[in-house]
Every structure is written in structure tokens, then in C-alpha cells.
């Protein structure tokens, strides 16, 4: 016949199943996010590679074409350009980080419905 120890026995294995099931799913995310992050940043460093490397010769060959009338007008608006195109490209990388959602958010999410449904079964 099962006793009160029996039941505490139960309660804290139902517990520390539950704990575990959320340190999977925390465990899972870092690692999917960390994933993504690392894709990022390799995508960010090719394209910033190649976009400098495009910009460098596409303002050299600006200033080659104006070379005999407008040599320092057109590195003037090269450079205007590019910074343009820099302050740009940053402004919308700040939007895109205040935008991010939260890491571990699913974890959370499951975290606070576990704590809603132990004060749910407090008040009954």
C-alpha cells in the first residue's frame, strides 16, 4: 500500500522530469541560436568582403572616367556615397537588434505556463 513517502517520491520524480525536460529545451535553443548566429556571421563577413572589394574598384573606376575633368569631385562623391551606404546599412542593423526577440524564449514561455499551472492547482 502505497504511502506518503510513496507519494513524495512521485511528486519529486514528476519534479525533476519536468526540470529536465526544460534544461533540454534551453540547452536545445543555445544551440540553434548559436548555429544561426555562426551562419550569420559567415554570410555578413563574405558579403562585406566582396561589397568592399565591388565598392574599392567600382570608385576607382569612377575616378579613372573623370580622371582629366572631375578627378576630386568624384572622389568626393565616391566617398559621400560610401558613406551614406555605411550609415545605412548600420542604422538598420541597430533596428534589427532592437528587434531580435529574446534568446531562450520558448524556455520561458513553458517555464512561466509550468508556474501558472502550480499556482492554478494552489488556489483549487
Aim: hydrophobic share 55%; aromatic share 12%.
Amino acid at each position: 500500500m502505497p504511502g506518503p513517502l510513496d507519494s513524495v517520491r512521485g511528486l519529486a520524480a514528476s519534479f525533476f522530469a519536468l526540470v529536465r525536460t526544460r534544461i533540454e529545451l534551453a540547452v536545445i535553443e543555445l544551440r540553434e541560436e548559436g548555429e544561426r548566429r555562426k551562419a550569420m556571421l559567415m554570410h555578413a563577413a563574405v558579403a562585406a568582403l566582396f561589397l568592399a572589394l565591388s565598392a574599392l574598384l567600382f570608385a576607382i573606376f569612377v575616378i579613372l572616367v573623370f580622371w582629366d575633368t572631375h578627378r576630386v569631385a568624384a572622389a568626393g562623391v565616391m566617398t559621400l556615397a560610401y558613406f551614406g551606404i555605411g550609415w545605412f546599412a548600420f542604422s538598420k542593423l541597430r533596428q534589427a537588434q532592437r528587434e531580435a526577440p529574446p534568446p531562450f524564449e520558448a524556455t520561458l514561455a513553458e517555464l512561466a505556463q509550468d508556474m501558472e499551472a502550480f499556482r492554478g492547482r494552489e488556489n483549487e
